[in-house]
């Protein structure tokens, strides 16, 4: 189970979808106080704790979990729009796991929640498999039978460990098996630090507004996203969801996409997703 700690409705939800969509169990919470109430009944497998929120600062509630020993390894990632170092650090010295700026990619915070899993899972592991050895070494049992236990303690751990984390076609730092600098999707190839967008090889020309919607599709490439976020994200007009400007933006972006088009695909009632084939 993870919980989420964010007063932002649309952020909220969003990011319990995203999370249910690969497999997770998450739970939302607006306010510090039902998530104590919560905490109380269950401590999950991971937080996502925003910093600025009502009740009580997201710092706080940190420190707090630290000092409980019913808490002080639940793995935490800090979800802020605040992104100076200081806060970076001040968020990491009170013990968070890790730490993503807003706005975020939700590719980008589902590998994080990914990576900060595994090494959850992995310390785990360590522990009881340093817990099984010192068991075994100061016990009367043949070597033989010593090696035996910890083989298969070590794979009953491994395989623990393997069944807490879902998307195992991801490599091993979290992230999709794509280049640091460019999204690269068939045709389609989109290089973020420098703008620019290429369809088998010839560039294609985005207006600032259209680069950024296709830019925020792919960064969550297989989530639905809803009218009223990328309204909100793009235009701010989140509340406005019968407003055209979006699907004006869409087709035009189709239109210089040429075979890549089809891989934008239109969720009726609900909004986008980009789902190359």
């Keep these: 189970m993870i919980y989420i700690l964010e007063d932002d409705d649309s952020i909220r939800k969003l990011v319990t979808y995203a999370l249910e969509s690969q497999g997770y169990r998450a739970a939302g919470f607006a306010v510090p106080s039902a998530f104590y109430e919560e905490l109380e009944k269950r401590v ?3 937080l996502l704790l925003d910093i600025m929120l009502p009740e009580e600062d997201g710092i706080s509630i940190l420190r707090k979990l630290r000092a409980n020993p019913r808490t002080a390894d639940l793995p935490v990632i800090m979800l802020t729009a605040k992104s100076t170092e200081y806060d970076h650090v001040e968020g990491l010295d009170a013990g968070a ?54 083989g298969s303690a070590g794979a009953a751990a491994s395989a623990e460990s393997n069944a807490l984390l879902p998307g195992s076609s991801h490599n091993s730092s979290g992230l999709p ?10 045709i389609l190839r989109i290089y973020p630090k420098r703008y620019e967008v290429f369809v088998e090889d010839e560039e294609i020309s985005l207006t600032n507004k259209e680069y950024q919607l296709l830019l925020l599709l792919v960064e969550n490439e297989g989530l639905v996203m809803t009218r009223e976020i990328l309204l909100d994200r793009i235009w701010d007009l989140g509340s406005e969801p019968e407003n055209r400007t979006l699907d004006v933006h869409i087709r035009k972006i189709r239109s210089k996409l040429g075979d890549a088009a089809v891989w934008i695909e239109t969720i009726r009632g609900v909004g986008y997703r980009f789902r190359p084939v």
């Design 177 to 186: 098996a794509r280049g640091h600098d460019v999204l690269e999707f068939g």
């Design 44 to 46: 999950p497998s991971l």
């Design 97 to 150: 796991d890790d730490y993503v700026a807003k706005p975020f990619g939700m590719m980008e915070l589902l590998a994080r929640v990914r990576a900060v899993l595994r090494r959850a899972a992995d310390a785990s592991v360590s522990k009881k498999t340093a817990g099984i050895k010192a068991d075994v070494k100061n016990s009367d049992y043949p070597a033989g039978m010593k090696a035996g236990a910890e």
